[in-house]
């Protein structure tokens, strides 16, 4: 019998299926059967391995549609239009990763080449946060009140840019500290402060 089970089980696609059916036979009855059968049998029969292979897809399928479903009610419209346009008047100024810098937040321009060209991706206190996409922020482990900051960030990017310059003393977009009295007094310098 044992050689039997090892002979079933040494086909790849086999231990992929007995596998997944282990994983959810705690809550499954189906699942628990063909488990046990193939421990007393040492085989399923191949309306037993099509009856699983199905039930597999069909719960992996339903997954994908709730995470679709989970990040869809978690996105939140806001035009980052400014804020994209600084990004990329500084990346056209040969700028090859631009960032601005706010308190606590970083937001930096996705290459051309990436998985998401066109994104602003958001970073909170250094940890990744989500993007800016398609019209909406998609918030990925973001912390409390992230939401509520790119949006009024997104609303009038000099500003907070200013803001933070006068806070930190140095420019949000370049990251250098400001030593020119007017770039201080301005809270951005003139090259930066011009991409805006």
């Known amino acids: 019998m044992n050689m039997m089970v090892n002979k079933f ?3 790849e696609d086999n231990k992929k299926i007995m596998s997944a059916l282990e994983g959810i036979m705690s809550w499954n009855k189906f699942a628990k059967s063909l488990v046990e059968q193939v421990a007393r049998k040492g085989t399923l029969s ?3 391995l099509f009856a699983a292979s199905a039930m597999l897809a069909k719960i992996e399928s339903n997954k994908a549609k709730r995470e679709s479903k989970e990040v869809k009610s978690s996105l939140v419209s806001v035009d980052y239009s400014k804020v994209k346009e600084v990004l990329d008047n ?14 606590g ?11 998401n060209p066109g994104a602003v991706y958001v970073k909170v206190d ?8 398609g019209g909406y922020f998609t918030p990925l482990n973001a ?23 006068k806070k930190f003393g140095s420019c ?5 500290t400001l030593t020119n009295h007017a770039s201080i007094e301005a ?9 805006f």
């Not at 937040?105 to 998985?115: F, M, W």
């Not at 939401?147 to 840019?161: G, H, N, Q, V």
């Open 9 to 11: 089980c040494e086909d």
């Open 46 to 48: 191949d309306k037993q």
């Open 90 to 103: 500084a990346f056209a100024d040969k700028i090859k990763t631009p960032k601005l810098r706010f308190d």
């Open 105 to 115: 937040i970083v937001l930096s321009r996705a290459g051309d080449n990436s998985k």
């Open 126 to 133: 250094g940890f990744y946060a989500g993007k800016l996409h």
């Open 143 to 165: 912390p409390e009140g992230t939401t509520e900051k790119l949006i009024s960030i997104c609303k009038d990017p000099l500003t907070e840019a200013v803001a933070y310059g």
């Open 172 to 176: 949000c977009a370049c990251g250098r």
């Open 187 to 195: 809270g951005i310098g003139p090259i930066c402060g011009s991409r």
